[in-house]
């Protein structure tokens, strides 16, 4: 597709147990962002990358958050032992670099719930 | 720390009426951007301004950047059902997309 595409749209689980989000972004794109919204809030820096590695790993609420990305494409985040306060959507989104100005497309996020 | 407020968080409003979003920070910022958002979708990009005083027009949309690059707002001219959403601000510190964003402002236009 066209667009950067983010599986799964929904995750409910238990919780305790480790979950992981995959963003697929625009073919392309060297940068794609982790951000995490609450209801009708804004969004959270979690994490970024330029090709495969990621400079600022700043926004990342605690060791239970890790992401990687793999051939300058797709990445993965993992929240390991997951806890209530988790739960969130969890936005992607890739631009052409990192430099200043290039806008982000996002993605239609993962709604994650934790019971 | 929330380095950037808008105001006001929400906004119900009869189409036709004008109304102005307002982002406020105390930090200077090389570019801010401004998105909208729809319920179960990602943000969309609507404009970047990037020099003080700078105003970017998109048809009813009037955006203007402080001339110190602190703030911005965002102003509506008859608002329609259609600009109903969520809206938010954004800033780029130094050369790098990193980008901070707002608090959010849901927008109501009721027909």
């Known amino acids: 597709g066209a667009g950067v595409s983010q599986s799964p749209s929904n995750k409910v689980t238990e919780k305790g147990k480790d979950v992981e989000l995959r963003c697929d972004p625009i073919s392309g794109h060297t940068a794609l962002y982790w951000y995490r919204q609450s209801l009708g809030q804004g969004l959270e820096f979690l994490i970024y990358f330029q090709g495969n590695s990621a400079p600022d790993k700043s926004g990342l609420p605690s060791d239970r958050f890790s992401a990687e990305r793999t051939g300058g494409s797709v990445s993965t985040l993992t929240i390991q032992r997951t806890q209530q306060e988790d739960s969130a959507v969890y936005l992607c989104a890739s631009s052409l670099g990192q430099v200043g100005n290039q806008p982000q497309h996002f993605g239609d996020g993962t709604r994650l719930s934790i019971l | 720390t929330q380095l950037l407020e808008q105001s006001p968080q929400f906004l119900s409003i009869q189409e036709g009426e004008n109304l102005t979003v307002y982002c406020n920070s105390s930090?200077?910022?090389?570019?801010l951007q401004w998105y909208r958002q729809e319920p179960g979708e990602g943000p969309v990009l609507l404009v970047t301004v990037v020099t003080g005083g700078e105003v970017k027009k998109l048809k009813r949309l009037t955006f203007q950047f402080g001339d110190a690059r602190k703030d911005s707002s965002l102003h509506i001219t008859a608002a329609q059902p259609g600009d109903t959403g969520l809206y938010l601000c954004a800033g780029a510190k130094g050369g790098t997309n990193k980008l901070i964003f707002g608090t959010g402002t849901l927008l109501a236009v009721q027909p």
């Open positions: 930090s200077v910022f090389s570019s």
